[in-house]
């Protein structure tokens, strides 16, 4: 890339979200909300952000910007319908105008799932899948605070059903300045990476990599997707060993937020594949971490998608066992699980969870078709 970490790349002109990249931009949050008409503002956050004080840098700059700002900190991991519940419970106490998600991807899928009941009221079941928003939803920023999901660049939210687990995905393509659920702003701030716990980092980090690896051979790549999904690859494998060794380096944080955004957008386009499906069952029924889950899969599925020896990654590397072997490489040098035998999964269960695996919005773009048989094979061959 350039030799300025905070030149962003032509590709993102792209995307509808506005992109501000630099150390201590969430000072400048007040007048970016300022000047996207706020008046009033939700701050969605989690306890950790609280924690280490980046809420109340976002609450002082809103203040100095003449925003009034209540805090919502009510998010959790995998956030919930409860958790959506209760912020907008908050929210309805005061004349929100704008919503502000500062975090990980959880805190910001939670400020979407707010911004869905805030302004159209029923329920979240009622915004699973794609369009079901009726109302135009608030303008928004969403600052990331983990080189992970990249919801900053999405128009989709994943929120789980508290009582039954299931995670539904919902989501509102519309531009941001027409109301969709994509922010009007992000701000890609990587001093804020520096506050992420090591193992937090590490699977967030693989998380990235994975959709740019997935987005990269989907069936619904187009030459925009690619481009970013090549551009996201670069920065991500690039910098994810530096990362975990030297957790300081402000360079390879920096390319490693960049390059998560990238891949988001990716994702708006080219969505993802198998690793990602047999990746959510994995979470939801056996509590592993998304990207723990999604990583450990992912050199399973690149070596099946391109066993017929369709090399579906081309764009990102010439040969997809070599890719194989160095995300499976990340995963032992980061110390995150390579075998879901060392995640406590009963072999016995695998049948359920691929039956889960296959009813995944996501498995439906793999490159090389998968059903119950497949995801099964790709579960087996990750076991041990
Ligand atoms: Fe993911």
């Given at each position: 890339m350039t030799s300025d970490p905070?030149?962003?790349?032509?590709?993102?002109?792209?995307?509808?979200?506005?992109?501000?990249?630099?150390?201590?931009?969430?000072?400048?949050?007040?007048?970016?909300?300022?000047?996207?008409?706020?008046?009033?503002?939700?701050?969605?956050?989690?306890?950790?952000?609280?924690r280490a004080g980046y809420a109340d840098r976002a609450r002082q700059s809103l203040r100095d910007a003449g925003v009034d700002v209540f805090l919502f900190d009510g998010t959790h991991e995998n956030p919930t319908t409860d958790n959506v519940a209760a912020g907008?419970?908050?929210?309805?106490?005061?004349?929100?105008?704008?919503?502000?998600?500062?975090?990980?991807?959880?805190?910001?899928?939670?400020?979407?799932?707010?911004?869905?009941?805030?302004?159209?009221?029923?329920?979240?079941?009622?915004?699973?899948?794609?369009?079901?928003?009726?109302?135009?939803?608030?303008?928004?920023?969403?600052?990331?605070?983990?080189?992970?999901?990249?919801?900053?660049?999405?128009?989709?939210?994943?929120?789980?059903?508290?009582?039954?687990?299931?995670?539904?995905?919902?989501?509102?393509?519309?531009?941001?300045?027409?109301?969709?659920?994509?922010?009007?702003?992000?701000?890609?701030?990587?001093?804020?990476?520096s506050s992420q716990p090591a193992a937090v980092a590490a699977a967030a980090g693989i998380d990235a990599i994975a959709h740019a690896v997935e987005t990269a051979g989907t069936t619904r790549r187009n030459d925009v997707s690619r481009e970013l999904s090549k551009q996201?690859?670069?920065?991500?494998?690039?910098?994810y060993g530096t990362v975990i060794v030297s957790p300081g380096d402000d360079r390879a944080r920096a390319n490693m937020l960049l390059g998560a955004?990238?891949?988001?957008?990716?994702?708006?386009?080219?969505?993802?594949?198998?690793?990602h499906a047999c990746a959510n069952?994995?979470?939801?029924?056996?509590?592993?971490?998304?990207g723990q889950a999604v990583g450990l899969l992912l050199p399973h599925v690149v070596r099946y998608n391109c066993a017929k020896g369709n090399n579906v990654y081309a764009d990102l590397v010439d040969d997809p066992e070599l890719l194989a072997q160095q995300?499976?490489?990340?995963?032992?040098?980061?110390?995150l699980p390579t075998r879901l035998n060392d995640c406590g999964v009963n072999r016995s269960?695998?049948?359920?969870?691929?039956?889960?695996?296959?009813?995944?919005?996501?498995?439906?773009?793999?490159?090389?078709?998968?059903?119950?048989?497949?995801?099964?094979e790709i579960y087996a061959s990750a076991f041990a």
């Open positions: 905070f030149t962003l790349p032509a590709i993102l002109t792209h995307s509808p979200v506005r992109v501000l990249f630099g150390h201590g931009l969430l000072d400048d949050l007040g007048q970016c909300a300022r000047e996207e008409g706020a008046t009033c503002a939700l701050l969605v956050t989690d306890p950790g952000i609280v907008v419970t908050l929210a309805r106490q005061h004349p929100i105008d704008f919503i502000v998600g500062l975090g990980g991807g959880s805190a910001m899928d939670c400020a979407k799932g707010i911004n869905l009941i805030l302004t159209g009221g029923r329920t979240i079941a009622d915004y699973w899948g794609e369009g079901k928003a009726t109302d135009a939803l608030l303008p928004t920023i969403l600052v990331p605070t983990t080189a992970g999901t990249g919801s900053e660049a999405q128009s989709f939210a994943l929120i789980s059903d508290v009582d039954s687990k299931q995670k539904m995905v919902c989501g509102d393509r519309r531009l941001p300045k027409e109301g969709g659920l994509r922010p009007r702003l992000t701000i890609l701030d990587p001093q804020l990476t996201a690859w670069l920065l991500l494998s690039s910098s955004h990238l891949a988001g957008a990716a994702i708006e386009q080219s969505m993802l594949g198998a690793a069952p994995l979470t939801s029924q056996c509590g592993i971490v998304h995300l499976s490489k990340f995963l032992a040098n980061s110390g269960r695998l049948p359920a969870l691929a039956a889960l695996a296959g009813k995944q919005w996501t498995a439906g773009f793999n490159p090389r078709p998968v059903g119950e048989e497949e995801l099964l």
